[in-house]
Each structure stands twice: as structure tokens, then as C-alpha cells.
């Protein structure tokens, strides 16, 4: 049996919501991560433009993944290339993709301050701004109502240095209609699909590092600001794109998590992979801190509460946006995700294995 046939079949009966070395040890910290409600949903961003042409891509989604998320798509700049239109090719395809092969969708991502089509630079006003977000997120949300089940509405709303003062970073939404969008988005989302788990997405919060202190207070402040005036809002979701040189504040990240529950809001795990550019060449050895730094962090997040999903930003090494930003010196390829480049699993995908699987 396949893992994604045996989850999808424990999701069925009523799921409503490590030591990386080879051979995998199973520990303590992981047993507690997987409770007996059974098991977590893994998924992947995935491409689009790649599943009629790449068969082995298309069978590791098909194989691995409970959940699928647009890479792009669903992005402002390629659904919106001019004001007056809207281009769901990408996202149909996707929807029709995971209905076919059982999985289901999350939607990524609605107000954004990045992949903004050129056209919304001429948005001059907080009406003109409050019309077009209001339309967009009715259009898109209403157009998916009752097929997929979670939407990323808001997504890395934090200030890249909340300390310098200013808490929410600038964006064309934020300039017109300062933090105020934030509460839009999420109440014209919930109007589109009372059903729909409505998340905000951020990053950056992980580390022993004062920026992610402070990215975590402030994440912690707007979500208790969201949640006194009762605007509706349902999860977190912790992208996790983990720098491979640096340790996880365990003890931190524990502690955000517990917050958040402590609000009565769901954790996702929703863009997992490994930065590697600073890690050893020799692959296995490289494998095996990827993997360790993934446990310690899916490991944090379990002890204070069980993540409702987990996600990786890709599937395969293959196709990856790291080495775009952090290309090793080495000439050497990234390996930041759970499968190589051939689409054969490795030790991060053994960590999540048992992250997600349900307990025995």
C-alpha cells in the first residue's frame, strides 16, 4: 500500500484537521510528535507546468502527497496580468490534478507583497486599493468555495526587522490601507467560504537569533490583536525554510507554538525544505544535517502541538528555488527537499515519514 492510500484512508475515518542517521532511529521526541488521532498530511508545492511532461515528478506527487499547493498560480502576478483579468489555468489544473488523485488543495496565497502584477503600482487610494483586494479575494476564494479547504490569506505580513518599530512590512496594500488589510482580506475570505480554513503565513521565526525573537513577538501581537475583535482566523502557518547552518530555538519556537494554541489557532507546517548552500559537499553527509535540522524543528513544533499539516516547498531536488538565492560555492547542487534529483527519497523524507505517519 501506498503511504499517501494509507493516509488518505485515515483521514477518511475522521481526521478533521529524530535521529537523521541512517538507519532511521525512532525516538521519544518523534513518538510524542504523533499521537494516536492518526496521522498528518504530508504535501508539496508543485508545478504545474511539469506534471503532462515529467512522469516520474507527477507519480512521486502521486505516491508521497495527501496535500498539493501552486508553486505560482494563484499568485497575483500569474492570475492577474492585467486588472481586468483573471487566468485560473494553473489553479484548474492543479484542483483537477488532486481531485483525480485524491489529495486535496491549499490556496497560496491571497494578499501578498510580493509577484504583484506591474498594473497594481497605478492603485492610487485606500479605496481603490480596498475594491480591488476585496474583488480579487471574493473572485479567486468564491471560485474554489467548498473545494479547497485552506487558504493561505495572508501571507508574510511581518516586518523583515519588526524592532526597527514599524511591525507590519510595506507592501502595496499596507501603504494604501495600512494594517487595516490584514482584517479585510480575512473577513472578505471568510464571506467567500464560511468553510474554509483561513491561515497567515510567515517565516523567519525558528532561530537563536534576535530578528526571529522579534518576528515571533510580533507575529504573537497581531494574531491577539486579530483575535480580541473577533476576526475570523483559524491557523499559522510556519513556512520553514530552515538555514542548514543554524540551530532551531527549540525552546522558542516551542513556546510561539504553545501561544498560538493557547489562542485557539491551528499550526501548519506549510513551506519545509533545507537551505544546504553552506553545508559539506559529501552528499550522505550533507543528507543527514538536513534531515537533523528538520527533526528538530517538525520536533519543537510537536512538543507544543500537533501540526495540522505538513508541507514541503517542492518535492524533488530537481526543482527547487534555492539555488537561485543560495547557490553553493562549490558548483554542487542543492539538495534541500525530500527527494534527489531522480526522485528516490532521502533521509529528510524519513524524518517527515515519521513526523506524519500514525502511530503503531
Known sequence: MRRRDFVLGAMGAGLASTGALDPFVWSDLTARAVPARGPIPYGAAVRTDLLDTEFDYKQAIVDHCQLVVGEGGLKWFDLRPSQDQFVFDQPDRLIDFADQNG???RGHTLAWYGAMPDWTNSIGSASE???EL???ITTVVGRYRGRVPSWDVVNEAIAEQPESGATIRGSIWQERLGKRYIELALRTAAAADPSAQLVINDYNIENPTQQC????QALLDLLRDLKDRDVPLHAV???GHLPGDMDIDKEGLSRFVEAVKGMQLDVLVTELDVIDNKLPAREYDRDQVV????RDF???????ARPSAVLTWGITDRYTWVPMWFKRDDGKPNRPLPLDAGCRPKALMKVIDEFTRAAE
Open 298 to 304: 517538525l520536533g519543537a513544533i510537536s512538543e507544543a
Open 291 to 294: 534531515a537533523a535540522r528538520a
Open 213 to 216: 525573537r522579534d518576528r515571533r
Open 237 to 239: 502557518g510556519i513556512q
Open 103 to 105: 489529495m486535496q488543495m
Open 129 to 131: 486599493a480596498e475594491r
Open 134 to 136: 476585496v474583488h480579487h
